[in-house]
């Protein structure tokens, strides 16, 4: 008997999830796809290695509570303190500072819409 896959993650939108999709196609160096354009209900990135999609869909209700499910970013190339200046820099906000004294821990941070991710250790970290 076979197990399901993850197909795609989705995100819900209040605002226009464009402009969400591009704060993550920025972040994850993946390309929206390339029919997605400004005001349209939903977005799409897409991972060439198969991995899951991450849609962003427009709702009419807005978040209310703290995410049940996020995604953990591991940087690489870059330090986790690095990639979180990137991540702010491109509309990510701080939320919590996870790193304990010998380094190890993550960081959380909201994208544009609130949704919340956390920035972990890379191997630049060690």
Do not use: Q
């Not at 390339?34 to 939903?42: M, S």
């Not at 807005?62 to 991540?87: Q, S, W």
């Not at 304990?100 to 994208?111: C, F």
């Amino acid at each position: 008997m076979s197990h399901p896959t993850i197909r795609t993650i989705t995100f819900d939108c209040t605002g226009d999830p464009y402009d969400v999709g591009l704060f993550w196609s920025r972040l994850l160096g993946r390309p929206l796809a390339d029919d997605d354009k400004p005001g349209d209900p939903e977005a799409v990135i897409e991972d060439p290695s198969g991995g899951p999609t991450l849609l962003f869909v427009r709702v009419p209700e807005g978040k209310a509570v703290k995410n049940r499910v996020h995604l953990d970013l591991t940087p690489h190339g870059r330090t986790r303190n690095e990639e979180v200046e990137r991540a702010l820099s491109l509309g990510a906000r701080r939320v919590e500072d996870h790193i304990r004294p010998d380094g190890s821990g993550w960081v959380t941070l909201a994208d544009p819409e609130g949704n919340e991710f956390c920035v972990e250790r890379g191997p630049a970290d060690h």
